[in-house]
């Protein structure tokens, strides 16, 4: 999608952290982190939440979630890390570009918010 904030991100077009990329995935920094280690993980292809990509491409939906856990290695969050998806305006989705957020270096509190 040409207006996409994280199809741009994954073009190359608009400049990120990156911390991890292949094929299909790209993986960098949050810029405004709410933990020590905030890596935003999306697929390359675009998809606006979870439900559209698990319904569309398993597979692919798979090897996101496995960049998120080579992100938690990566970033050595050896003692956990969260990974949290929201989807739509309720659930606090602001880019309509499916990505997981990997958030650790700290102990994370439950009920999220």
């Known amino acids: 999608m040409s207006d996409c904030l994280f199809c741009k991100v994954a073009a190359g077009d608009i400049p990120a952290d990156i911390v991890l990329e292949t094929d299909d995935v790209v993986a960098f920094r949050d810029i405004d982190p709410q933990a020590p280690t905030h890596v935003l993980v999306i ?45 739509g305006s309720d659930g606090g989705q602001s880019v309509r570009h499916v990505h997981f957020h990997v958030l650790g270096g700290r102990g994370l509190t439950w009920p999220p918010g």
């Not at 398993?58 to 990974?83: I, K, N, P, S």
Request: aromatic letters at 4%.
């Open 43 to 87: 697929p390359r292809k675009h998809f606006d939440n979870v439900a559209d990509l698990t319904r569309e491409d398993q597979a692919l939906a798979a090897r996101v979630l496995g960049a998120t856990a080579e992100v938690a290695q990566l970033e050595m969050l050896d003692h956990g890390y969260r990974v949290v998806t929201n989807t």
